[in-house]
């Protein structure tokens, strides 16, 4: 087992457990990382989104004017289409190159938000690792952390799926509802770091 896919809603604990599994000895891919440094000024996919959707959706700095795209998004919902069909192949090769760095034997974690969401990601990870909780403790933590304004997590959650279906592609759950502590955590991750290096197949395989 080498390559592990880490998901979960917003808020859910992903980026937290990411950082466990990297203290046990795992090369972490952090895809949100990558997907932001994309649309930075000089990102690699700057010139494909000039390309596609005019220097109106480029911000003076060179960056991606997320305004404008929002904007655009909302009144025409194939611009998102077109968008994450321009991103999600560069985000997935940018991804196996830094997984190409990993050690002789060292197993690499993919961090993917919405690795539910987007097809692909399923079929390019030996097991999924879900992180788990109820969805007030979700609005709770990015509340907490973020100051957004309730409707502003809300219609984050409305856009991603649902727990079920997140549930329903998980090779293993790591519980992180409101009554687990840092240390019950750190506890379960061992756990499943310690049970997957046993089995070094892949399930089915
Ligand atoms: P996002 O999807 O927004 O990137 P995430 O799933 O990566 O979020 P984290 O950033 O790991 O989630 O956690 C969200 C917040 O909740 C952080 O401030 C984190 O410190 C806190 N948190 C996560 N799990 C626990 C826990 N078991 N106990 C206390 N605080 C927690």
């Not at 090369?27 to 390309?51: E, K, N, S, W």
């Not at 993919?110 to 097809?119: A, K, N, S, Y």
């Not at 519980?175 to 502590?181: F, L, M, W």
Request: hydrophobic share 45%.
């Amino acid at each position: 087992m080498r390559r592990i896919g880490l998901t979960g809603g917003i808020g859910s604990g992903k980026s937290t457990v990411a950082r466990l599994l990297a203290g046990l000895g795992a090369l972490v891919v952090d895809t949100d990382a990558i997907a932001r440094g994309l649309t930075l000024p000089g990102g690699a996919a700057m010139p494909a989104i000039t390309q596609r959707f005019g220097a109106a959706a480029v911000a003076a700095d060179g960056a991606l004017d997320r305004d404008y795209m929002r904007g655009l998004i909302l009144r025409d919902p194939a611009a998102k289409v077109a968008l994450e069909a321009l991103l999600h192949p560069l985000i997935g090769q940018a991804a196996e190159a830094q997984a190409a760095q990993a050690a002789p034997g060292q197993v690499v974690v993919f961090d993917v938000p919405l690795l539910v969401e987007t097809g692909t990601w399923r079929q390019r990870v030996d097991r999924v690792l879900v992180v788990d909780c109820e969805p007030d403790t979700q609005r709770r933590r990015v509340q907490a952390r973020s100051g957004w304004a309730p409707e502003v997590v809300q219609a984050v959650m409305d856009r991603q799926a649902s727990r079920g279906q997140r549930l329903a592609v998980a090779d293993a759950v790591i519980d992180n509802g409101a009554d687990v502590s840092l240390d019950t955590l750190a506890q379960q991750v061992r756990q499943i770091w310690q049970d997957w290096r046993q089995f070094p197949c892949p399930p089915g395989g």
